[in-house]
């Protein structure tokens, strides 16, 4: 009887797939990447079509072998890697190293069920040559950036300074960003309010909107008197009441961008992390009498297309479930952006079927939230929009009009399920009394308050991916990463979850302006990424692109190199004397951020963390003091000065406050500045 091999990157792929196939198909995995450049050499021949020189990745030398002993006693192999350019490169690589035949070799899934990959199995093709070059270039493209560029800074700059293609343009609008932040001037402005009832004594408010019929802005409080001054003993008349009915849409099944921007807002995650639990799901995990399966479809992907399957499943299970006022007449479509890959589908449950409450019971709490969110947003894909009854009645006093708005929901539709997150802060819709055309109204009080434009927010993960989507800077697989590294670089760090860059980020940043500045223009390096799109579609040649690009960068690095100065990063004195030596120690930037050193390195090699102290006393112990310090990707957390005796941490900030119930430390919830305790039991502890 035939034996065939299929090969995939993870175990936990390969047990979930083991189990669909039978006794007549052996699964190994490939531990992911088994080839690629050396990291000690540039790896790249120039001179010679920029032929990259791949390697067994160490420590992937007995992997290969495995295989290759599997792959003699097979009758055909097959590779399973992932359906993107990754996958497609490291199933090519596999092909090289294990010496395969080419033909018909290669399967694509986006979902691991058991129909998905007996259907997979029996249509195999081809490896895709496109989608390998795309990756290639991608690559060597990358490889040229980071390891010409980095000696540069290196020599100029700091030692240890990297800078890579597409992570420089992200930590350029961050930025970008900090310095409009630090530009900005307050304008004040005071806002109007008319506290007013109708005949029946309802209360409700409305707001400033016109003076003489033209728009009206009111700058400061002398102004803002002159109005309320002019309201006294006026009537109060409705004049307009409009009454309309409003729909709103739901929001499309997630693609990456968007399933990495809604877990950051509802769940706090990482868009790391987000990726990390989404491979679980997509991997499988046993779920009970259905044994091991893959919960989801595969998560890198920038299409919003649903398969005509899985909209007959949902479909069928909103009307029973909600009925068919919940259900559209047809299904609903959605657009994809500009060069998404059609072929791909959207993240979606794998069957609608299988419920978050169903299946919590097998996952873990970061597995259960995330899928509930999967679940939920593709549920509500598939619904009807809600509507809701809204009303604006325009109020004339004086010279003045004022305007109160109000809605109600009508018809829930798609919100019964799921409502879209967003990064703004939305104002809470009121219901307004019934009014009518040439009501007089009473003025119970007019409020002023005074108001201050606020400058653009730093970004946070879920806008940062959003911004670089828009701006075509990068692709599904690597907005996690990009984040990754420019904190990982100390580029920048997250202060209150948004980001803020380091003084070493900016004049990395002002040193590529002056000297590269197409290599980290924001068009420029969205037309890499259409070029590299081109490639995949068999529409452009990687090395003619490489070629291209590199012929101007090596002039712009000569250059460089000749005419840069060194550029001089002062070390700032503290107070705080050396343990060793006496002398003052300075403030030095690392790879995880600022620390203490010695100014006297190498005679002495001293260094300290450089500790924020907040005037809190440890409860854990008589001497130390609550000081901040930072995680190695740079996010704050609050310990003892006296570390390593005494191990008190906390991720919130604790206050100088003893809780009233239990006398533990209280401490300080970021997400309300609300004081809460710190002991979870207690009846005042964390929500």
């Not at 691991?112 to 249509?123: D, L, P, R």
């Amino acid at each position: 009887m035939s034996k065939s091999l299929v090969i995939v990157e993870s175990p936990a792929k390969a047990k979930t797939i083991s189990k669909f196939l039978g006794r007549n198909y052996v699964v190994k995995a490939s531990m992911g990447h088994v080839r690629d450049l050396p990291r000690s050499q540039f790896g790249v021949d120039v001179e010679n079509n920029y032929e990259p020189k791949y390697i067994t990745i160490r420590g992937k030398g007995p992997i290969l072998k495995e295989l290759r002993d599997a792959a003699k006693k097979a009758d055909r192999v097959l590779l399973a890697t992932d359906p993107d350019r990754e996958g497609e490169a490291i199933a090519w690589h596999l092909a090289e190293a294990l010496k395969l035949e080419r033909d018909n070799c290669r399967i694509e899934f986006r979902e691991i069920t058991e129909q998905a990959i007996k259907q997979a199995v029996k249509n195999p093709r081809n490896i895709s040559q496109n989608l390998v070059a795309a990756q290639q270039g991608r690559r060597v493209l990358d490889r040229i950036v980071g390891y010409q560029l980095s000696p540069l800074l290196w020599a100029k700059v700091k030692k240890g300074l990297s800078a890579g293609r597409v992570q420089s343009v992200a930590v350029r609008l961050i930025c970008e960003r900090e310095t409009e932040i630090e530009a900005f001037v307050p304008q004040e402005y005071w806002s109007v309010t008319g506290i007013l009832s109708n005949k029946e004594q309802q209360t409700f408010e409305a707001k400033l909107y016109r003076y003489k019929n033209k728009k009206i802005e009111i700058a400061n409080q002398e102004q803002a008197q002159k109005v309320k001054a002019d309201l006294v003993n006026q009537e109060w008349v409705v004049t307009k009441v409009v009454k309309r009915q409003r729909r709103r849409n739901p929001a499309p099944p997630f693609i990456t961008s968007t399933l990495q921007q809604e877990a950051a807002r509802k769940l706090n995650f990482t868009a790391k992390k987000t990726m990390r639990i989404a491979q679980q799901l997509y991997e499988g995990l046993d779920i009970g009498k259905e044994g091991t399966v893959g919960l989801i479809t595969y998560m890198r992907t920038d299409a919003t297309r649903v398969s005509n399957e899985a909209i007959s499943e949902v479909r069928s299970f909103i009307d029973q479930e909600f009925g068919q006022d919940y259900l559209p007449k047809s299904p609903n479509q959605y657009q994809s952006k500009s060069g998404a890959q059609e072929a791909h589908e959207a993240i979606r449950p794998t069957s609608v079927l299988r419920k978050p409450q169903d299946v919590k019971e097998y996952l873990g709490r970061d597995q259960y939230r995330l899928y509930k969110l999967i679940w939920e947003r593709f549920v509500a894909s598939q619904m009807a929009a809600a509507i809701f009854n809204s009303v604006s009645a325009d109020i004339a006093v004086a010279d003045y009009t004022f305007r109160a708005t109000g809605s109600t929901l009508k018809f829930p539709g798609f919100i019964q399920v799921y409502v879209e997150g967003t990064d703004e802060v939305e104002e809470k819709e009121t219901m307004l009394p019934e009014l009518v055309d040439q009501e007089q109204v009473t003025a119970k009080d007019v409020q002023l308050k005074q108001h201050f434009t606020q400058p653009p927010p730093r970004y946070s993960e879920a806008m940062l991916v959003k911004t670089l989507e828009e701006k075509g800077i990068g692709r599904p697989s690597t907005y996690a990463p990009i984040i990754d590294t420019i904190l990982r670089r100390g580029y920048v760090t997250l202060e209150e979850k948004r980001f803020k860059p380091t003084d070493l980020g900016k004049i990395v940043v002002d040193v590529l302006l002056e000297n590269f500045s197409d290599l980290i223009d924001v068009d420029f390096t969205a037309s890499m990424e259409k070029q590299l799109d081109e490639i995949e579609e068999g529409k452009a040649d990687w090395v003619e692109i490489i070629d291209q690009f590199y012929q101007e960068f090596s002039k712009e690095l000569a250059k460089a190199h000749e005419s840069l100065d060194k550029i001089e990063i002062k070390d700032e004195v503290t107070d705080v004397p050396c343990d060793k030596c006496g002398e003052f120690m300075v403030i030095k930037w690392g790879r995880f951020g600022k620390f203490l050193a010695c100014p006297n390195y190498p005679e002495c090699r001293n260094t300290k963390p450089l500790l924020n102290e907040i005037g809190v006393p440890c409860p854990d112990c008589d001497d130390g003091q609550i000081v901040e310090r930072r995680t190695r990707k740079g996010r704050p957390f609050y310990g003892c000065s006296n570390y390593p005796d005494c191990e008190f941490t906390s991720w919130m900030q604790p206050v100088n406050e003893k809780c009233p119930h239990c006398q533990k430390l209280m401490s300080l919830q970021k997400k309300d500045n609300k004081i809460v305790c710190t002991n979870k039991e207690c009846p005042g502890g964390q929500d």
